[in-house]
C-alpha cells in the first residue's frame, strides 16, 4: 500500500467513527475538513472504501432517507449506499492512532493524524508532536546550512524563496512549541493563538487541522464533484 493510500484509509476510518456516511458525504468530509485531501476524485476515494469493506473494517447499507428511496425509481438510479464501521474496523483505527513512528511525522500523515487528535490519548499527542517538531528542527538545520553554502550563487529571488521556506517551517516549530505546552500544562486549545478548539475526548469529533499560513505545503484546489 502507498503512503498516499493508507493516509486516506486512516481518514476514512476516523470520520466514519462519528458517524455510518455515503460515499459523497465522506469525499465532501475529507475535502472540506482535512486540508490534505482538497483535490482528490470518486475514482480514489470508492476502490479505497472496497478495499475497506473486504478488510471486514467497513460494511455497505441501503440508505434510509427518503431521498434514497426515491433514488431508484428516478432515472434508474440505484439507492445510495452507507458506510457503516465494523467493530473490528474501530479497533483497527484505534491502533493505528496508537502509532507514533516516524510516518506520524511527516507533512501529509501528520495533517492527517492532527485532524483526529480529539480522539487521541494525550501521551499519544505528545509524542506524534515532539516527533514533529524533531523533525522541521532538523530540517531547519540542513536547511540553513544549504543556505550558507549556497547564498553566493543565488539570485535575489530564488535567495528569498529560500527565506520563505525557512520562516514557514520556523512558524511551524513555534506552533508545535505552543500545543506540546499546553499538552503538558493539561490544557485544551482554546482562546487566541490556537485556532479552533479540539476537544480533548476520546469518543469527541475530529480537531481541526494546521492552518494554511502554520503548515508549509500545496494549497491546491478541490475537483468539482460530479
Known sequence: MSRRAGILEFAVLGLLRESPMHGYELRKRLNTSLGVFRAFSYGTLYPCLKTLVANGWLIEEPGHTTEDALAAPLAGRRAKIVYRLTAEGKEHFEELLSQTGPDAYEDEHFAARFAFFGQTSRDVRMRVLEGRRSRLEERLEKMSASLARTR??????????????????????????????????????????????????????????????????????????T
Not at 165 to 184: A, P
Not at 204 to 210: D, F, K, S, Y
Request: aromatic share 2%; proline share 11%.
Open 152 to 225: 553566493e550563487r543565488l539570485d535575489d529571488y530564488t535567495l528569498e524563496l529560500q527565506r520563505h521556506g525557512m520562516e514557514s517551517v520556523e512558524r511551524e516549530v513555534r506552533w508545535l512549541n505552543e500545543l506540546i505546552e499546553s499538552e503538558r500544562a493539561g490544557r485544551d486549545l482554546k482562546g487566541p493563538g490556537h485556532g479552533e478548539p479540539t476537544r480533548d475526548t476520546t469518543e469527541g469529533a475530529p480537531g481541526v487541522l494546521p492552518r494554511p499560513g502554520d503548515t508549509p505545503g500545496p494549497d491546491t484546489p478541490g475537483d468539482t464533484a
